[in-house]
């Protein structure tokens, strides 16, 4: 989940290869930069990183990113920091069948964005996911269960802390040799608590464990902070490096 959005950061092992597969952690880093120019002056930058272990029937992963968006007015040249999105969290999971497609797992996450309205989100929870192989290397993850979700937003006296449903996906698919397409989506609901956050795009690998990549982020927000919007879009060019 590149991802970089909780839930879904470890990759299921190959079954013939449980007996011989290493005890490392294995992962990539990308990091990217989008410049507009013209009426309106914007710059996006982001650094993400995931990595995971699997060892027999058990797998755990980290993550943690961050992407700023800094706009300039054309006119005046005054700027400002439109959006700063700051996301970490861990899972594990214990695989339940012959094929590792069925597991249980857990997981926590943390994600901040301040000049949209969210001073910070916590959420700590479970349940049950399935991945399914759709062909070869391409393969679609679902994941339900039920979190512990802590928010606090700009202008609220209150913090929001509730039990909240949660549901994930991530995609993985190749489409032609050396190019992929990858998405992975988290929706809580819960209390005065609706999120959804989503990265979708195209990786293509232009030398062994590089690649270049194009993506969008997506977050909406059911109950923003007073005076924020609901819907942010972000879009983003980069680089990665698996390792």
Same mark, same amino acid.
């Given at each position: 989940l590149a991802a970089a959005q909780g839930g879904l950061t470890s990759e299921s092992p190959t079954p013939t290869n449980l007996e011989q597969e290493p005890k490392v952690w294995s992962g990539n880093v990308d990091g990217g930069l989008t410049m507009v120019s013209g009426n309106s002056e914007s710059?996006?930058?982001?650094?993400?990183?995931?990595?995971?272990?699997?060892?027999?029937?058990?797998?755990?992963?980290?993550?943690?990113? %961050?992407?700023?968006?800094?706009?300039?007015?054309?006119?005046?040249?005054?700027a400002t920091t439109?959006?700063?999105?700051?996301?970490?969290?861990?899972?594990?999971?214990?695989?339940?069948?012959?094929?590792?497609? +069925? %597991?249980v797992f857990v997981k926590a996450g943390d994600r901040r964005d301040e000049p949209s309205g969210l001073v910070?989100? &916590?959420?700590?929870?479970?349940?049950?996911?399935?991945? =399914?192989?759709? %062909?070869?290397?391409? =393969?679609?993850?679902l994941e339900g269960g039920v979190s512990w979700v802590t928010e606090e937003l700009v202008g609220v006296t209150d913090d929001e802390s509730t039990a909240a449903a949660r549901v994930s996906y991530l995609l993985e698919a190749p489409l032609v040799?050396? +190019?992929?397409?990858?998405?992975?989506g988290e929706y809580l609901n819960g209390g005065d608590v609706e999120s959804f956050t989503s990265l979708t795009g195209l990786r293509w690998n232009f030398r062994p464990k590089w690649s270049l &990549?194009?993506?969008?982020? =997506?977050? %909406?927000?059911?109950? /923003?902070? /007073?005076?924020?919007?609901?819907?942010?879009?972000?879009?983003?060019?980069?680089i990665g490096l698996e390792f």
């Open positions: 710059t996006t930058g982001s650094v993400n990183a995931k990595a995971s272990r699997t060892w027999g029937a058990w797998a755990a992963g980290v993550y943690a990113g %961050y992407t700023g968006v800094r706009s300039t007015n054309a006119v005046t040249g005054d439109t959006s700063r999105i700051i996301t970490a969290g861990a899972d594990g999971r214990r695989y339940l069948d012959a094929n590792n497609n +069925l %597991y910070e989100r &916590m959420d700590l929870g479970g349940g049950v996911g399935y991945k =399914f192989d759709l %062909y070869e290397n391409a =393969f679609l993850g040799e050396n +190019l992929n397409a990858f998405g992975n &990549m194009a993506s969008i982020q =997506f977050n %909406y927000d059911g109950s /923003p902070a /007073p005076g924020f919007e609901d819907t942010d879009t972000i879009f983003v060019l980069g």
